[in-house]
Each structure stands twice: as C-alpha cells, then as structure tokens.
C-alpha cells in the first residue's frame, strides 16, 4: 500500500500568487487522495473503517 506525504513546508510565495499556489496544492491533495480511495475495494474501505459515500468528505477535510 502506498503512503501520500501531504504537509508542505512554507511557500515562498506570498499575497495573491501565494494564494493561488496554496488552493492549487490543497485542490490537487484533495484529487490524490480520492482517487487513491476510490481505487480501493469495498473490502478494503471496511477495514479501514469507510465506506464509498465517505471518499468526498475525506477528501475534502483535506
């Protein structure tokens, strides 16, 4: 099984570009992370606890 690295350091980036760059990363953890769900079997979700109506709510507490 894989494991995602989601904390990010710092961004350089400041004001409004910093802003875009930071909804970007959050949109795209957001997409990773559903999709490596969705990827799972009904089995699997079980066991760690989820079924298939959870995947969007987790990924979007991201």
């Given at each position: 099984?894989?494991?995602?690295?989601?904390?990010?350091?710092?961004?350089?980036?400041?004001?409004?570009?910093?802003?875009?760059?930071?909804?970007?990363?959050?949109?795209?953890?957001?997409?990773?992370?559903?999709?490596?769900?969705?990827?799972?079997?009904?089995?699997?979700?079980?066991?760690?606890?989820?079924?298939?109506?959870d995947?969007?709510?987790?990924?979007?507490?991201?």
């Amino acid at each position: 099984m894989s494991v995602y690295e989601t904390h990010r350091t710092t961004s350089p980036f400041s004001g409004l570009f910093g802003s875009l760059v930071s909804a970007f990363a959050a949109w795209n953890d957001a997409r990773v992370t559903r999709n490596a769900l969705s990827r799972l079997s009904d089995r699997e979700l079980d066991d760690i606890g989820l079924s298939r109506g959870d995947i969007d709510s987790i990924a979007a507490r991201l």
